[in-house]
Nanobody, 121 residues
Framework: QVQLVESGGGSVPAGGSLTLSCAASGVTYTMAWFRQAPGKEREGVAAVDFNKRTTYSDSVKGRFTISKDNAKNTLYLQMDSLKREDTAMYYC??????????????????WGQGTQVTVSS
């Protein structure tokens, strides 16, 4: 069993920055950030595996940076140049084995409770 606890959400003006954290307990291999805005499907944002290979969605590439501290078993998402369309509930997810589809929500077993990010104009 893996427990995931997100933190770091909040409100920020467009163009600003925010860093999300996700503390994990238990064994993880691939971890990822997803987001879901009201009325929209959950979207994979970024993922990182145990070897620190990263994957990004086109919508955040060049603006967001995912990283993982394996010693602390903590996942981070540095979000820069935030836009209004980045407003969503952000979820941390993890799985214990590799996947060829790291941004597909159905690939993940464990989920955090979510943290809200609101970007204002």
């Amino acid at each position: 069993q893996v427990q995931l606890v997100e933190s770091g959400g909040g409100s920020v003006p467009a163009g600003g920055s925010l860093t999300l954290s996700c503390a994990a307990s238990g064994v993880t291999y691939t971890m990822a950030w997803f987001r879901q805005a009201p009325g929209k499907e959950r979207e994979g944002v970024a993922a990182v595996d145990f070897n620190k290979r990263t994957t990004y969605s086109d919508s955040v590439k060049g603006r967001f940076t995912i990283s993982k501290d394996n010693a602390k078993n903590t996942l981070y998402l540095q979000m820069d140049s935030l836009k209004r369309e980045d407003t969503a509930m952000y979820y941390c997810a993890s799985r214990r084995i590799p996947t060829p589809y790291p941004l597909r929500s159905s690939e993940y077993t464990y989920w955090g409770q979510g943290t809200q990010v609101t970007v204002s104009s």
